[in-house]
């Protein structure tokens, strides 16, 4: 079947179908986040020049500001994932949501620390309390929030549904974070990259940066599919299928 | 639809008021963690000032956030939940109804008794109207969100932590403008800006939690 044809997607939504392409997907995702976070390190680290300003230590933002944007992107896509499951009940879409929590919370924590590293040589201090960086550690908090409802409840599909119900509620927080520099004039600096077009940065850098948000997604990819693979397995344990499969593989 | 809501605010209000050790267990929390701060930090009464609006609003927060367990459980462990939601009245409204009996029994006293713990801590006159203001415009923000928190985690293990963890970030956004109010006021800035924003959340949060918390009920009682 066609990668490109509709009905190949649809079939996707079932767990049969999805286990063994998931499983072809990640050693794919992997490579390709390897390759491309080693160019972006390479253009980050002996590509770019220094910055008259920050000196070496702005060098972080190729890892700081993707994870920033992975963070509140991971936030969309889960809700996108629980509204999916929650409307159409598709048990897939469940799993992808709950798949790609923890890796959302990782992003969130690794902005949240690559920013304490930064802010120690530029602003003097690990932490401050500024709009920004307090939103960002909410959607942390977010982020545990569901993670642990999921994990308290024992029902699936009333664990699915309450999640998605709680990261509906808390996306009104992915606003605040992504404006929150441009509402209150706090320690944070601005947007390094505007969408006006009028980069602030040395095009190498931006090369970097963008070259490793496509790494953290594929990353991203890679992890959540052989998260929703753990789960399919668990879930479907007794069916025939698994037992063929996996039966096959050894 | 009145009439309706009218019965269950009554029935609320007649249950709330055969166990009024309830609502005073509330209401001798908030005192109690407010007067624990003096004891931890120091009789600095300078200090003390400087920091009352925060503490009183945190103290506000744990409150109401105690008090949400109860919002829904005993009607979810008689059965009057199963009730209320195959009955052929709106749920959001019922809900609604609750939440209304629920903040005039934990909220509104919290609101009431401020003031003097306000003194206590050393505040001027201006700020606590501020604070009272504050807290009369923020504390049913606080039962709207929570009863949201209330209704996904009902029967769950561990709920109360669990609430607490979920709820709490959600509750960040009005701590922040609620205790901004009186410091500005403090500052001798205005806060008509604070205002405004509390103002929006509760426009924003009697629109939206009732129909999120009813949602939330229907998913635990499925």
């Known amino acids: 079947m066609s990668v490109l044809s509709k009905a190949f997607w649809l079939k996707l939504s079932s767990p049969k179908t999805f286990f063994p392409f998931a499983g072809k997907a990640v050693p794919v995702f992997a490579i390709i986040t390897l390759f491309l976070a080693t160019i972006s390190l390479y253009y980050g680290f002996i590509l770019a020049p220094t910055d008259y300003q920050m000196g070496d230590s702005y060098r972080i933002m190729i890892v700081h500001v993707p994870a920033a944007w992975m963070s509140m992107w991971l936030y969309l896509v889960m809700c996108a994932y629980a509204i999916i499951g929650m409307v159409w009940r598709t048990r897939l879409s469940d799993m992808m949501a709950g798949a790609i929590a923890p890796t959302g919370a990782m992003f969130t924590f690794l902005a949240l620390w690559t920013g304490a590293l930064w802010g120690k040589p530029t602003w003097g201090t690990y932490w401050v309390w500024d709009a920004r960086l307090t939103s960002e550690l909410i959607l942390l908090f977010l982020f545990f929030g569901f993670i642990a409802l999921r994990a308290a409840i024992d029902d699936e599909k009333r664990a699915a549904r309450a999640s998605a119900l709680l990261a509906c509620v808390g996306i009104i927080n992915v606003p605040i974070i992504y404006f929150s520099v441009k509402w209150w004039n706090t320690l944070h600096q601005p947007m390094t990259v505007d969408t006006s077009g009028k980069a602030t940065l040395p095009t190498e850098m931006l090369t970097a940066m963008l070259l490793m948000t496509f790494a953290f997604w594929a990353y991203t990819f890679a992890v959540s599919f052989m998260r929703v693979r753990n789960q399919i397995l668990e879930k479907e344990k007794n069916s025939a299928w698994v037992a063929e499969t996996l039966g096959g593989e050894k | ?222």
């Open chain 2, 1 to 222: 639809m009145i009439s309706v809501l009218r019965w269950l605010v009554w029935r609320e209000f007649t249950l709330a008021l055969r166990r009024k050790a309830e609502i005073l267990t509330t209401l001798l929390f908030f005192v109690i963690v407010v007067s624990l701060f003096p004891l931890g930090i120091g009789p600095e009464i300078n200090t003390l000032r400087e920091i009352a609006p925060g503490v009183l609003w945190v103290a506000a927060l744990l409150a109401s956030m105690l008090s949400l367990n109860r919002l829904f459980a005993d009607d979810f462990i008689d059965g009057t939940l199963e009730q209320l939601i195959i009955s052929s009245q709106p749920l959001a409204l019922l809900v609604f109804g609750k939440i209304v009996t629920h903040w005039s029994l934990t909220g509104l006293p919290l609101v009431l008794i401020s003031p003097i713990l306000g003194m206590q801590l050393g505040m001027d006159g201006d700020s606590i109207v501020v604070l009272m203001l504050t807290l009369l415009v923020g504390t049913p923000v606080l039962s709207l969100i929570g009863a949201v928190g209330a209704g996904l985690t009902l029967g769950v293990r561990g709920g109360g932590v669990l609430l607490s963890l979920i709820i709490l970030p959600l509750y960040v956004p009005v701590l922040i403008f609620g205790a901004g109010a009186v410091e500005s006021v403090q500052a001798g800035l205005g806060a008509e800006a604070h205002f405004s924003l509390l103002g929006a959340f509760l426009i924003g949060s009697l629109i939206l939690a009732p129909v999120g918390a009813a949602a939330a009920l229907r998913i635990s009682l499925d």
